[in-house]
């Protein structure tokens, strides 16, 4: 083994397109007999590789071993348990020379993705220019994916995917739950900040064991960190997932110990690998596994110590639960099988045959208990109480048993250890079945297919939120994860605003034209961007037809007005709309008369609106009413037009002019009669 002395300088070489050359300072202790050198490139590296020494899983986050004092609760990581025993057996690259034959870069297809790698190689016991440490990382700009954001994200690594959708939302946003829940924002440090901006993303940090403790890893990222920053324009925040990265030789240890001493190990390993990353500036992302460092120094988590940073609670080890908790934790996580074809293949018999056994074990447990002595005020060892362990989409009937045959309003408020209460445990999974869809290895982000939760799913939530009767609205609300309370179904206030503003806009763009007195010909020709969604014929008879053109126009004002009266604009609630205003001449009855339809209008708001949609086109709806925008509540929905116009064009028959039998058949029970028959009464 290498010792170390100090004050022996280091040099630097520095490779990759466009990078400069910088002078490097020495370790505060380095290698004797020797002489370091750092290794900075990008742009080329292939995923997977340091350096093209060593493959790594990129399911591992880093590290290297530092100090070890500060302890760190948590054993729920991805990484951990089962995950922690991947294999990461590789080669050693020989006399420290780097791999040349490079087939593939990643920028050539993910163009908004650029890889970092720094090396420390030093001539160790004789031998020349050894590789003692490594780094690599991603360099993300999230700018032009944001449209696509999780799609684009999964792609390269399973690390990037995690990130996505623990951290972020689909536009690349910190997720509203991690600025706002009390408990899943941690130290509440991180907020709207970490929307903008570029991202470094440690993938791994590695220090031979020759060397650890001796500064290497710390000149390593600190260097690293210095170059991106130096190098790259908009670069805020780095960030890691702060885990273990397991080997062969761990491996080996790991599995000659107990299964507690195996947890505890890992355990043990995973604080010195967050007191490293805290040591370097970092600090825990909410509740996530993921740490953040910000380049601004006078960012607030700057001024948070380390030891005031949040830390998971700890999961008890030795922990006797109650035989019903054991059981349903059975039920919840039931070992592999070898064959589990059926269960992939047939979804929803999997989930009643895991229902009927909960139902049976539920049946059986108070059949020898009774009620009060079922085990409601306890929790297992992660502070799962028995709503907890039944809030999921694939336990409704054993919870809906549990509303029935038991008194379990005293659980509502309880919290596990991740922070949810009951109803919060249920809404997050709903809201992962809304976006996500697993296949394999791959996560495919699936919210704008979402059609709402069923009755089932929207009961159970209510119920857990403590609402005994609710409203209709209330579970129109809920159907739609409504997080505001103020949505008028799947549409949410923020969205409403932006119809009635594109309505209202297009109709006094359009009005105003009858005043310059040009010809109905020429009047089509300048407005026929806001009749993508009319019948050709439609469109060729308002050349020639001003009361068409005015009534197309006036529907536009009607659209607007029926969103002031807090209404979705369906064809039904603007009819009536227009049968209230007393509409003379009677040009929206002409247009509607000859072909229009009042949907054509409204799906031309809705691609107004994403055009002009911060994420999905130029931001100019923000830049110009931020201030009315302001003052409405946030809603979980509000960044969903995709979905919100897939839902208004689905409940409306899927093509303009026509409304599906769901749609006939809630205007038929409210007394209103179907909209075919209103549009009668009308033309």
Known sequence: MSHVSPSLPVTSEISGNNVQTPKMTSFDESMSSSRCAVVVSTGSDPIGVVDGSKPTDSRDGSMDHEDGSSGEDDASAPGSDEEMFDDEDAEDEEDGEEDSDVDYNESEEWPWLKTFSSDVKSDVDGKLNQQIASC?????????????????MEEP?????????????????????????????????????????????????????????????????????????????????AMVWATHLNNSEDRIKMDEMSTTESHQYFRSSVASVVSFWRAMGFRRIGTTQWFCLAADVGHPAAKLSAQDDFNLPERIISFSPLPLHDALDAINNPKPREDNTRDFLEPELAVQRKESATLELLNGYLSSHSSTDIGLNTSDRDGNTLLHLLAKPDMLKPLQWVFQRLSYTCLLNIRNHEGDTPAEALASKLEKKRTQLQFNMMVIHVADRFQGYSNEEVECLLKLRGVTNPSDMDKARATFGCTCGMCLGYISPRISFALEAQADV????????????????????????????????????????????????NLFRHVADCIRQKQIPTTLNVLHVLENAGEWPPCTKSFL??????????????????????????????????????????????????????????????????????????????????????????I
């Open 157 to 237: 690594v399973q690390d990037l995917s995690d990130l996505a959708f623990t951290v972020f939302d689909r536009w690349g946003c910190l997720k509203t739950e991690i600025k706002d829940h009390p408990i899943k924002k941690g130290s509440g440090v991180w907020g709207n900040e970490i929307d903008e901006g570029r991202i470094l993303v440690i993938e791994t940090l590695e220090v031979d064991k020759s060397f650890r403790r001796q500064g290497v890893a710390k000149k390593l990222f600190e260097d690293l960190w210095l170059k991106v920053k130096s190098s790259e324009t908009d670069c805020r925040f």
């Open 506 to 553: 297009h109709h006094d763009m359009s009005n105003d034209m009858f005043e310059d007195g040009i010809s109905g010909e020429q009047w089509v020709r300048w407005n026929e961007y806001k009749f993508q969604h009319v019948a050709p014929r439609v469109l060729q008879n308002l050349k020639t037809n001003k009361s068409m053109r005015q009534g197309v126009t």
């Open 593 to 682: 008369q000859r072909g229009g339809t009042v949907t054509a209008v409204v799906l031309q708001c809705f691609d107004f609106a994403m055009s002009q949609d911060c994420y999905l086109g130029d931001g100019y709806h923000e830049e110009v009413f931020q201030d009315d925008i302001d003052k409405l509540p946030v809603c979980r929905n509000d960044r969903e037009l995709l979905f919100a116009k897939g839902m208004y064009t689905m409940l409306e028959g899927g093509h303009p002019g026509t409304s599906s039998p769901r749609v006939k058949r809630a205007f038929e029970d409210d007394g209103l009669g179907s909209p075919s028959s209103l549009r009668q009464r009308m």
């Open 136 to 152: 690599k990382a991603w360099f993300i700009d999230r700018e032009p994916i944001r449209s696509n954001f999780y799609t684009e």
